[in-house]
C-alpha cells in the first residue's frame, strides 16, 4: 500500500501531473472531477497519458482502500 503517501501528494510522484497541477484552480485538488483541474485538461487535450491517469486512479483508490481496511477497523 501507499502508507506513506497521501492522497493529496499523489499527484506529485506524477511528473507531468506535478506540472499541470500547478495551473489547478484549487491547491486541492485530486484531479478527479474539480472545476477549473488543469490536469484534466491536459489529459483531455492528450498532454498527460491517458494509461498514466488511470494508474492515478487506481493509486488514489488502493490507498483509500488499504487505509480503510488496514487501520479504519482495528479495535
Avoid: W
Wanted: hydrophobic share 35%; proline share 3%; with cysteine.
Amino acid at each position: 500500500g501507499l502508507v506513506d503517501i497521501s492522497k493529496n501528494m499523489l499527484a506529485q510522484y506524477f511528473p507531468e501531473m506535478k506540472k499541470a497541477s500547478s495551473k489547478c484552480k484549487f491547491n486541492d485538488c485530486l484531479h478527479i472531477n474539480e472545476p477549473e483541474c488543469n490536469v484534466i485538461i491536459e489529459l483531455k487535450n492528450g498532454f498527460i497519458a491517458e494509461t498514466r491517469y488511470i494508474n492515478y486512479l487506481n493509486m488514489l483508490e488502493e490507498n483509500k482502500n488499504y487505509r480503510f481496511n488496514n487501520y479504519n477497523h482495528q479495535l
